[in-house]
């Protein structure tokens, strides 16, 4: 599997990278990778680390003393780049790939998520929408159906072969997570349930909310 821990300028309005700050005592990218490696024991972990994060990366490892094994690869210039490295190191049949700063993602999750994708090969986990939605069109708005939408979290899982596909063609601001790429080479994406804990950790309210699902 693939952390994505996103780019050099993925700050909190501080000096250390949103994915590098302390949630419960430890690293919130730790936290990431510790779900997966209690969900499956043989994981294989591969980390997409920003130009220039490496030592920041082995001066956290050795302070913190994660268990797991981690490759590292450099990130690139945009998301796509990043992910397309990784992919190169990977070597099982499943590739999940998920965000650094969602560490509450839930067992169930990953384990739905890794079995779904093993039946239809691209399995991604979604909320349905609470809030009431509007498209703006111009200076227009109108109400639309929150039903047909949904929010889409991570891990998003591909059979190896499918995946790898997608990312050889170029790339295109289209993709705005891993399944665009794999839908834009006509594979259909099933969806499963997420967990409402598995947010994404991007603001300081977001580390609150998170340390608060902790201890709750």
Known sequence: MIIAA???????GGDIPKQFMLLGGKPII???????AKAFFDIEVVVSLPDGMIDTWRN???EHSIATKVILTKGGDERFH?????????????IAIHDAVRPLVSQQTLITCFETAEISGAAIPVLPIKSSLREITFDESEAVDRSK?????????????????AYEQDY??????????????????ALV??????????????????ESLMTA
């Open 193 to 210: 349930d997420g967990n409402e804990e598995n947010i994404k950790i991007t603001t300081p309210f977001d580390l609150k909310v998170a």
């Open 6 to 12: 996103g780019g050099s300028g993925s700050r909190m």
């Open 82 to 94: 990043s992910i397309k490295n990784a992919l190169e190191k990977c070597t099982g049949d499943l």
């Open 172 to 189: 295109s601001s289209s993709f705005t997570d891993d399944a665009t790429v794999v839908e834009s080479c006509g594979h259909d994406i």
């Open 149 to 165: 939408y949904r929010e889409v979290q991570t891990p998003q899982v591909f059979k190896s072969n499918i995946i790898k596909m």
């Open 60 to 62: 956290l490892n050795y």
């Open 30 to 36: 730790f936290h990431a990778i510790d779900a997966f």
